[in-house]
């Protein structure tokens, strides 16, 4: 079984043999396409539902709010604007984010494959004709899953506060009864739910997220996968190691002080560190489950890349 510093360390190996400094200018470029749009949408529809819906927060003389507001034709345009960027929101993530998030993790693959002509347009590697849309629909089967994952997540979380919101009576009628055992056993039965749901959705959310870490290499290497095959395969790789993967993740947390201590600056190292890393635990587990690859195909850059002297060790450690 694969130590935590052992990957640490080859994780690193890999990214100053080749160039960190593309690494860290990658991870800049990859961010700034990302972050740019989403800001600039965050900060025109903030300003925009502000303007729209400030008619109905106080009233300057009252002070009171105007409830006639929701039923004019100005809460309508809100609650729509509200939806219709929402949805460009949503949108942006599928099908830009979600090829780019694929590009970026292609780059560091054949950063640590020490691959030729490794180049920045390897960013842009989703994009190209006859691939674009079967990699964001492996994206999207990760990225839907993670969506119904994060719904049972927030049932878990507030749904007990709402069962206490109601049950509150009932506790007050106890307290006026003579049942003392119930009265003691029912909150703490009540505060039992409240602490331990939260804490069971927290730990299962977690193992989903990690369940499906390693979608995003299976795509950026294989071609014709049908939709959900990635995540399918991801899932099976991670069985058995995702606490192990946690923990992983929980021996950065230096680095996440230090980024914290540099307001983000060194998040553009951290993060390519990081993600090389788990680059190194997948094809750990790959080495270790190859009948789970059996009759794919690999992008045909890849078979070349497979075959050249020196370069398998860096893929399977």
């Not at 056993?185 to 499906?212: G, Q, T």
């Amino acid at each position: 079984m694969w130590k935590y510093s052992d990957i640490r360390k080859k994780a690193w190996n890999s990214l100053t043999d080749g160039s960190p400094i593309n690494a860290v200018l990658a991870t800049f470029i990859y961010s700034l396409i990302i972050s740019v749009p989403v800001t600039f949408i965050v900060t025109a529809s903030t300003i925009f539902l502000f303007v729209s819906g400030g008619a109905f927060i106080i009233e300057s003389e009252s002070h009171q709010i105007d409830y006639s507001w929701f039923a004019s034709t100005g809460f309508i345009v809100f609650i729509l604007s509200f939806l219709l960027i929402l949805l460009l929101i949503v949108l942006f993530g599928i099908f830009v984010i979600a090829p780019l998030t694929v590009g970026y993790n292609r780059y560091l693959i054949n950063m640590v494959r020490k691959s030729p002509d490794n180049g920045f347009g390897s960013i842009f590697y989703s994009f190209k004709k006859g691939r674009y849309l079967n990699q964001v629909a492996g994206m999207f089967a990760k990225d839907i899953r993670l969506a119904l994952n994060s719904v049972v997540f927030f049932v878990a979380i507030y749904v007990p506060w709402i069962i206490f919101y109601f049950v509150l009576p009932f506790l007050d009628s106890l307290g006026n009864s003579n049942n003392n055992l119930l009265l003691i056993l029912f909150p703490m039965l009540l505060i039992l739910i409240i602490f331990l749901l939260p804490i069971l959705a927290n730990l299962w959310f977690i193992r989903c997220a990690y369940a499906y870490r390693f979608t995003e290499f299976i795509i950026a290497e294989y071609d014709g996968l049908k939709m959900n095959q990635a995540v399918n395969l991801s899932i099976k790789l991670a069985k058995g190691i995702k606490l192990r993967m946690v923990f992983l993740n929980l021996t950065f947390i230096g680095w996440y002080f230090l980024n914290y201590m540099t307001s983000g600056l060194l998040m553009y190292w951290i993060t390519p560190y990081i993600t090389t890393a788990f680059y190194k635990v997948y094809c750990i587990q790959k080495s270790n489950n190859p009948e789970l690859f059996e009759g794919l195909t690999p992008f045909e850059y890849d078979k070349d890349i497979l075959q050249s002297d020196g370069v398998e060790e860096s893929v399977t450690i």
